[in-house]
C-alpha cells in the first residue's frame, strides 16, 4: 500500500495480558515513529527509530512497553501486563530522512484495556 | 529538544484569514519549523514547513521572523474543515537522532460558519 499501515485497527485486552501492535511503514522510510493519544489529550511520543542506529526510546513510559524494527521496515510495540491506564490509540509514522522528511500517519490502533 | 509555545485555542470565521502564531526563542541554526495539524478522529497530517524564507503551498502559508523566534501559519480562507489542532515543532534534521518528531499541546482552532 501507499499509507502508514497499522494493525490490528482495534484491540480490546484483559488487564495483565500482553499485546502486539504493528506498523507497516512507508517503503524507503528510515524513520519510524511511535506516540500515544489518551482521549483529549496531545500525542505522546514513545519511541524513535533512525535507519540503522540504536532506537530513542526516551518516551517509553515504563519498562512493560518495547519496540522494535525487523529488516528497517516493519515494527512492532509490545505492552507487557497490560493496565487500564494504558488504553489509548496508538500512533505509527514514517518519514524518509532529510529536510523534506514529511512524516505520514498510519490510522492508529485503538486499545482498550478491560 | 528545542521548545514551541502556542496559545491553547483560536477562533476564526469562516472564510476569514487564520493567523495562528508558535514562539520558538531558544531555536537553533539546524532547527527546521513544521507544522502540522491533526483533524479530529485522524492521525496528524503535514502542513507546511520552513527553515528561514516564508514558504507557500496549496495549504497555507508560513511566515517565519527575521530573527526566527516566531513563526505564523497562515491558513488565507478559513473552512469547516480546517478546525483542528494545529502543531509547530521544531525539527533538527542534523546529528545521529535528527529527524525526531515531538509534538507539544498545539492550538485548537475553531471556525465558525
Known amino acids: 500500500g501507499a499509507g502508514v499501515s497499522q494493525s490490528p485497527s482495534n484491540k480490546v485486552t484483559e488487564k495483565g495480558k500482553d499485546v502486539e501492535l504493528r506498523c507497516d511503514p512507508i517503503s524507503g522510510h528510515t524513520a519510524l515513529y511511535w506516540y500515544r493519544q489518551s482521549l483529549g489529550q496531545g500525542l505522546e511520543f514513545l519511541i524513535y527509530f533512525q535507519g540503522n542506529s540504536a532506537p530513542d526510546k526516551s518516551g517509553l513510559p515504563s519498562d512493560r512497553f518495547s519496540a522494535e524494527r525487523t529488516g528497517g521496515s516493519v515494527s512492532t510495540l509490545t505492552i507487557q501486563r497490560t493496565q487500564q491506564e494504558d488504553s489509548a490509540v496508538y500512533l505509527c509514522a514514517s518519514s524518509a530522512r532529510g529536510e523534506g522528511g514529511e512524516a505520514f500517519f498510519g490510522q492508529g490502533t485503538r486499545l482498550t484495556v478491560v | 529538544d528545542a521548545k514551541t509555545t502556542q496559545p491553547n485555542s483560536m477562533e476564526s470565521n469562516e472564510e476569514e484569514p487564520v493567523h495562528l502564531p508558535c514562539n520558538h526563542s531558544?531555536?537553533?541554526?539546524?532547527?527546521?519549523i513544521h507544522w502540522y495539524r491533526q483533524l479530529p478522529s485522524q492521525g496528524p497530517e503535514y502542513v507546511i514547513h520552513g527553515l528561514t524564507s516564508n514558504v507557500n503551498n496549496r495549504m497555507a502559508s508560513l511566515a517565519i521572523a527575521e530573527d526566527r523566534k516566531s513563526s505564523t501559519l497562515i491558513l488565507h480562507r478559513a473552512t469547516l474543515r480546517d478546525a483542528a489542532v494545529y502543531y509547530c515543532i521544531l525539527r533538527d534534521y542534523s546529528g545521529e537522532y535528527g529527524n525526531k518528531l515531538v509534538f507539544g499541546a498545539g492550538t485548537i482552532l475553531r471556525v465558525k460558519s
Open positions: 531558544t531555536i537553533s541554526g539546524t532547527d527546521y
